[in-house]
């Protein structure tokens, strides 16, 4: 599919990790998906201080919420919930995605609005529904700590300014890159690493249609699609929210509305419930919403299952742990 080779052409023009970029002619054999790569260089001192600033409930207006209040390392990098809880139990209104492999995905967030992840740390902090804070407000809690100021000294010449911290998170969340998951051996040549199920859900993955979409090195996460290109699934569900509207709230286009960024499946299994609405709360229910909405195809019970024992063996591992 040209989009998945427009995106590969682009990482073989710019490569940020420390390894060959693959041919295209392999990654077109696998159905335009790519591994992630084992390895990657990264300065392990913003990984560090990224990873305390991820962790730091300073970030909101009344330091009670961190960044891993809701993209918890331990939950597939979300809180599991179908909208988590920002400062003063503020709701919000759209499905909390992971911060695992972000940078693999074209731009971020739901609707695409934010292109970097160091542009998209502006977002949580100023959120109501999140931080509901600063930067002149986060800066100035963070340079009253003797231990901030003299980690910042270190990597920063100029030190704690928002620039800086965006910088460091950034990195951190580059340093959440989930290899070698069953199916990145398997299309690394280790036909065992799949067992013979597994190997036809992902046949059907293919022969159905998922993969024109769910395509790319984080299989998803490189094109916007509408949800609901057979059958209206917003009508079906009812009371449509603005978020609902999805890329059209950033583009004013009609032909927007009810995009969506095709999500990243890597991981899937560690991150329900699904859909920027969060309303399937198993894989299975997805999937056949899915079939339904997107291929205008009844699934099977059969094709279900399949299809779900492959989708879980897209889950990686994280420094070396399975996630
Ligand atoms: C209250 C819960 C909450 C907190 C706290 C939070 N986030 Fe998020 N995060 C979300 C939600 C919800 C989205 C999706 C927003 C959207 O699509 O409109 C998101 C999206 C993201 C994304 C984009 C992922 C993608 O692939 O689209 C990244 C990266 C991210 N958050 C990092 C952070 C960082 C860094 C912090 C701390 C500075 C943080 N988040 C704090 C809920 C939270
Ligand atoms: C026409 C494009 C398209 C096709 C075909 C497609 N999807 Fe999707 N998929 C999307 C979009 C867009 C989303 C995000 C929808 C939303 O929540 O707004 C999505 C979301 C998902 C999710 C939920 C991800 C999450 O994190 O919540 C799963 C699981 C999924 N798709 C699996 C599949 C499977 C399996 C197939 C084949 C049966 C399939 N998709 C076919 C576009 C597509």
């Known amino acids: 599919m040209t989009i998945g080779l427009w995106r590969s052409s682009q990482l073989l023009e710019k490569p940020r990790v420390n390894e060959e970029p693959k041919p295209i002619a392999i990654t077109l054999s696998s159905g335009a998906i790519e591994p992630i790569p084992l390895t990657r260089k990264l300065d392990n001192r913003k990984v560090e201080l990224g990873k305390k600033l991820f962790n730091e ?3 909101s207006k009344d330091n009670t919420i961190s960044c891993a209040s809701c993209h918890g390392l331990d939950t597939g990098g979300t809180d599991q919930l179908q909208f988590s809880r920002g400062v003063n139990n503020a709701l919000g209104v759209v499905n909390t995605p992971t911060v695992f492999n972000s940078e693999f995905n074209f731009r971020m967030h739901w609707n695409g609005v934010v292109t970097t992840l160091e542009e998209q740390v502006d977002k949580p902090v100023y959120s109501e529904r999140v931080m509901a804070s600063s930067w002149p407000e986060v800066v100035s809690k963070l340079q009253k700590s003797p231990e901030y100021t003299s980690l910042f000294a270190k990597i920063y010449d100029d030190r704690i300014n928002s620039d800086n911290i965006k910088d460091s998170i950034a990195t951190y969340e580059r340093s959440l890159y ?36 769910h395509q790319g090195i984080n299989i998803g996460g490189n094109l916007f699609q509408t949800f609901g290109l057979f059958g209206n699934y917003f009508e079906d569900r009812g009371e449509i929210t603005k978020a609902d509207l999805g890329r059209f709230n950033v583009t004013g286009n009609e032909e927007d509305r009810y995009k969506f960024r095709v999500s990243s499946l890597r991981n899937i299994e560690k991150t329900p419930p699904y859909f920027h609405d969060g309303t399937a709360e198993t894989l299975e229910e997805a999937v056949e919403l899915m079939g339904k909405y997107q291929l205008g195809r009844q699934l099977s019970e059969e094709d279900i299952q399949l299809i779900v024992k492959f989708l879980k063996t897209l889950t990686g591992e ?5 996630l």
């Not at 998951?181 to 293919?206: C, H, I, M, V, W």
């Not at 994280?318 to 399975?322: A, E, I, K, S």
């Open 57 to 59: 409930p300073k970030l």
């Open 178 to 213: 989930t290899p070698n998951s069953r199916f990145d051996k398997f299309l690394r040549g280790e036909p065992n690493a799949l067992t013979s199920e597994e190997q036809e859900g992902y046949s059907r993955f293919k022969a159905y249609g998922c993969v024109s979409c």
């Open 318 to 322: 994280y420094q070396g742990r399975p």
